[in-house]
């Protein structure tokens, strides 16, 4: 992976068993990265893992130390298996404490004792934590130090994630992208593709072969946050495209 000297890297931590057995499937990666991406915050890895205490540690405690920003989501319910507080506070060798203002927002609606006694689960954030501001109306995520901790129904974790901003996550630039496709093969374009990409460093530039009812061909994508470099690339892929009579598509095929 190209990158500068500006690069702030993420990565997502996908918490449950549940994506593990294939019974839900996560859509929380495709909207995360592009949130963090127009704040310049680079997702650079997402790992599934499930809902194990030792794991959950462990996978915090290495990615955190990796990563610029490090992302969790899943398992932070009522119920006895939701641990990931628990985990995190282990994690950062820190006790869970009762977020007053927390507890404050889940007795603001009434329910049986032991129902309450659940739900209060939910109000338990490791000391020194910060809240993530759940504009859904339930209960708040939380960031610990470069680690941020968030629902995993999706609804809720893109009600948390429209609250970052600048101030709270620095990034660099954000990663654009062009995409140029032509009816051709990526083995056609293969050799010269690798020349454009020794020739400008600090761009991605990927193949994705389609097929479509006219015909077999390639979609050329090329991805960086210096844009002069960007439309220099975009350029050549379409030279290249035309020195084997084919048309470029702007925008892909």
Known sequence: MAQGSDVVTAC?????NEILSGRTQDTNLAHLSQVLNELGVQMREARVIPDIESTIIDTVNECRATFD??????GIGPTHDDI????????????LEFHPDVVALIKRREAPPEVMESRLRMARIPR???????PSGGPPGFQIENVFVMAGVPSV???????????R????RPVRSVTVGAFLGESQVAQELESIQAAYPTVD?????????????TNLVARGADQDALDEVAEALKALIEKYDATPHEGGV
């Open 12 to 16: 997502l931590i996908i918490i449950g």
């Open 169 to 172: 996550l620095p990034g660099g």
């Open 205 to 217: 530039i990927g193949s994705y072969p389609f097929f479509r009812e006219q015909g077999y061909g």
């Open 84 to 95: 990931t507080a628990d985990s995190i506070a282990l994690a950062f060798g820190v006790p």
């Open 69 to 74: 920003y490090v992302f969790t989501t899943g």
């Open 128 to 134: 020194g934590a910060t809240l993530i501001e759940n």
């Open 157 to 167: 974790m893109q009600a948390m994630a429209s609250t970052f901003t600048e101030e």
